[in-house]
């Protein structure tokens, strides 16, 4: 049995309005990097023999911030990757709206199964970061995994026995952790969107 600290990355700059920004790079703000700095602490008492982040950098840098002072390098994974959104990338809800009539409404009737023009679904998304998440649950020991809002609710809902219709029910607040025991095909939920706190009571004896 591997056990997985999935966290999300720390915050990064709100656009107003809001937009869709999926793989968009953003960096971290000064705020999001200290959201990461605050994990050090509860996380102090675990090794991990692994700490595996996606390729972006909100991610990678948050990762990295977690991580300071052990001699653990971070590897990235391009399948942990927020969902691509293709052509909606960087518009505002309106602006799709106005440039695709109907496919935001289409969206909401199948979260599942929608890909945006040159996107993906929640469907593939689940697919590639459920493959990842099982490889590095084969590891013995404890993994650390960072990754996006998007991804560990599709992973979670993997775990839980949940459709993706239902992902935007959980809770992925900014550089939160989940905690996940995997074996094979069991998956068991520990943790879900826990804050940092001091001290910190982990699974297990």
């Not at 656009?15 to 509860?42: C, M, N, S, V, Y």
């Not at 700490?51 to 052990?70: H, P, W």
């Not at 994974?77 to 109907?102: C, K, M, Q």
């Amino acid at each position: 049995m591997g056990t997985i600290y999935l966290m999300r990355h720390g915050a990064i700059i709100q656009q107003k309005p809001r937009r869709f920004i999926g793989q968009t790079d953003f960096p971290l703000t000064e705020a999001g990097r200290a959201q990461a700095k605050l994990w050090r602490e509860p996380l102090a008492g675990v090794e991990f023999a692994v700490a595996v982040s996606s390729d972006l950098s909100r991610c990678l840098e948050t990762a990295a911030l977690v991580l300071a002072g052990r001699e653990l390098a971070v590897r990235p994974e391009p399948r942990l990757r927020e969902i691509n959104l293709g052509s909606w990338e960087g518009l505002t809800v309106d602006a799709v709206r106005e440039r695709f009539p109907g496919a935001y409404e289409r969206r909401g009737t199948d979260l599942t199964g929608f890909c945006p023009e040159g996107g993906e679904s929640f469907a593939d998304v689940q697919g590639r970061a459920v493959a990842a998440i099982s490889e590095l649950a084969a590891i013995p020991g404890n993994v650390l995994v960072v990754a996006h809002g998007g991804v560990n609710r599709t992973v979670l809902c993997h775990a839980l026995g949940l459709d993706l219709t239902r992902l935007f029910r959980l809770g992925q607040d900014y550089c939160r952790l989940n905690i996940l025991d995997v074996a094979g095909d069991a998956w068991r939920v520990d943790a879900v969107n826990a804050a940092p706190v001091v001290p910190w009571r982990f699974p297990g004896p």
